[in-house]
């Protein structure tokens, strides 16, 4: 109930082109999706984030998308550069106050040039 | 958004040793968190800590081995005890911004030997 399932655990994309990451979660309390991305060395940096009012949403690069019946999100960054090459973790919560992230456990990005 | 720090960045130490692990935050904030990342895996949390109670900790995780201070809404430490190779992960801090929205420490880098 509280897993968030995260494929692939891998990806190579070629530069120019789409990565895609998807998640799957149980629990349908959760009302809180958000997407990390994380450079070696460094801690989790916020990327986007939805909630399940909307099925959408695009900063830049970046694309959510979230399908409530299927219980399924996912990630598409567009034009895919070198320097999006980070491991990615989706996560998910019930955003009332006190409640923790769940984490996927992360897709690494490689996107050659 | 929240700026965090975190002391030390790293270290290396010795099995049966103590560490404490420091969290700051640039603005005050009620809820915080401590996650542990092993290498390579994603993050798992180890308790939350709400200023003025005691911290509550995951499954897997007890104060006699990761006793948390919150002495008031800007800072937090967490303790490694008895430390063993198994503890060799990187330790981080969040805080929760509201509406569910977490932001992440840098890490700290922790091997012990």
């Known amino acids: 109930q509280q897993q968030v399932k995260q494929s692939p655990q891998s990806l190579i994309v070629q530069k120019g082109g789409i990565s895609i990451i998807n998640c799957a979660y149980e629990n349908t309390a959760f009302d809180y999706f958000p997407w990390y991305q994380q450079f070696p060395g460094k801690g989790p940096a916020l990327l986007i984030a939805i909630r399940p009012d909307v099925s959408e949403k695009k900063e830049g690069r970046f694309t959510i998308s979230f399908n409530k019946s299927a219980k399924q999100f996912s990630l598409h960054i567009m034009d895919s550069q070198p320097g999006d090459s980070a491991t990615y973790f989706c996560?998910?919560?019930?955003?009332?106050?006190?409640?923790?992230?769940?984490f996927g456990k992360g897709t690494t990005l490689s996107v050659s040039s | 958004s929240a700026v965090i720090s975190q002391k030390p960045s790293r270290d290396i130490c010795q099995r049966g040793t103590s560490l404490t692990i420091q969290c700051q935050v640039d603005s005050q904030v009620t809820m915080m968190f401590w996650y542990r990342q092993q290498p390579g895996q994603s993050l798992t949390l180890i308790a939350t800590a709400n200023q003025g109670s005691e911290a509550t900790y995951e499954s897997g995780f007890v104060i006699d081995k990761f006793p948390i201070s919150r002495p008031n809404l800007t800072f937090s430490t967490l303790t490694v005890s008895n430390m063993s190779p198994e503890d060799s992960s990187i330790y981080l801090c969040?805080?929760?911004w509201g509406e569910g929205t977490q932001y992440f420490g840098p890490g700290t880098r922790l091997t012990v030997l």
């Open positions: 969040s805080v929760e």
């Open positions: 996560a998910a919560s019930i955003r009332q106050a006190g409640t923790a992230l769940i």
